[in-house]
């Protein structure tokens, strides 16, 4: 009977903490206000810009 509290202490704690992580990570996600251009306003970088990786997914 014991162990069966346990198990179940465990897998609150588990959930708990998935819980806890994934708000973590939810809150600390970057915006689209985070664009340097966005910022401060401005054209982007002048000069020759190079693609390093393209891809496009189509479903």
Not at 19 to 38: E, G, L
Request: proline share 2%.
């Amino acid at each position: 009977m014991k162990s069966a509290v346990k198990t179940k202490s465990i897998n609150l704690l588990a959930a708990l903490a998935l819980v806890t992580m994934f708000t973590t990570m939810q809150s600390s996600s970057c915006s689209k206000s985070d664009d340097v251009a966005a910022i401060n306003n401005t054209t982007p970088i002048a000069g020759t810009w190079r693609v390093s990786f393209y891809w496009d997914q189509k479903e």
